[in-house]
């Protein structure tokens, strides 16, 4: 199975890119690992909140074919703990998916085109992180669910 990670916008924080780069070095152990960015728009000023939310929604939409399992990670999503995050990658692992897509939205998030083509959708957490870092807080979570599956001692139980 593939894990593929859609953002839009680049990290730009030196701390957060290598926080980012040494989980996907341990996620190549368990599983193909691919980030695809959304450059941000230009000219975002010029459009209004719904115009972006669909632009980025087309360019999100652009990057998955209609096999794909695509989870939004959405602040409205089903929360797991890190012990059930691993049990739902490994009900993904058994159905026979061949990619599985986590998507992370801009700053106002998806487009309805976008939520109607999501299978699921993930809350990280009820606080509120910044788009940035959500990248990193998700990899080292795909990681340590990963690790979980495979009894290793990452995760303390």
Do not use: C, W
Not at 62 to 86: A, P, Y
Not at 105 to 112: M, Q
Not at 116 to 139: C, D
Request: proline share 1%.
């Amino acid at each position: 199975m593939q894990v593929r990670l859609i953002v839009v916008g680049k990290t730009n924080k030196k701390y957060l890119i290598e926080g980012e780069q040494e989980y996907e070095k341990r996620l190549k152990h368990y599983i193909r690992f691919e980030e695809v960015v959304i450059p941000e728009l230009k000219k975002a000023k010029n459009l209004s909140e719904l115009q972006i939310k669909q632009k980025e929604g087309a360019l999100i939409l652009s990057k998955t074919e209609k096999s794909d399992f695509i989870i939004l990670l959405d602040e409205n999503g089903k929360e797991f703990n890190s012990v059930g995050f691993s049990s739902f990658l490994q009900k993904q692992l058994n159905s026979g998916v061949k990619r599985l897509i986590f998507v992370v939205g801009g700053a106002y998030g998806f487009s309805d085109e976008v939520y109607k083509r999501a299978n699921q959708k993930i809350g990280l957490s009820k606080m509120t992180f910044s788009h940035q870092m959500v990248r990193l807080i998700f990899k080292e979570q795909l990681y340590r669910g990963f690790t979980i599956l495979k009894n290793e001692p990452y995760h303390h139980r």
